[in-house]
């Protein structure tokens, strides 16, 4: 790994003796990202702006023809004598835990 790097390196060295420019220095040879990334990235979130208003439209209307059909009613079950069986009053009353009832005078 060294060794290449030593070997770029007396290049650029015997470049620079000969007149001629450094090509590690040299601004022309490197690639410019940031054009290409502030288009892509532009592109991308005009795409990603377009599926969300689709997707956001699209839940919408699903949401509206799901709520606008009917959903079926279940009957009550019959009252059967054996439910809800009370044979004492609650410990604190018939009116309730928290409610108090005024006497009226």
């Known amino acids: 790994m060294a ?6 390196g007396i290049r650029a060295v015997l470049s620079l003796r000969r007149g001629g420019s450094n ?4 601004k022309s040879n490197k690639k410019s990202f940031s054009a290409s990334a502030h288009h892509d990235d532009a ?3 005009a795409k990603w702006e377009k599926i969300t208003y689709a997707g956001a439209v699209s839940c919408t209307i699903l949401a509206a023809y799901n709520l606008s059909k009917g959903h079926p009613h279940h009957h009550d079950p019959p009252a059967y004598p054996y439910l809800h069986i009370r044979n004492k009053e609650f410990p604190w009353g018939p009116d309730g835990l928290f409610e108090v009832k005024h006497s009226e005078h």
């Open 43 to 45: 592109y991308e979130t």
């Open 23 to 26: 090509p590690l220095l040299n």
């Open 3 to 8: 060794t290449p790097m030593a070997r770029s």
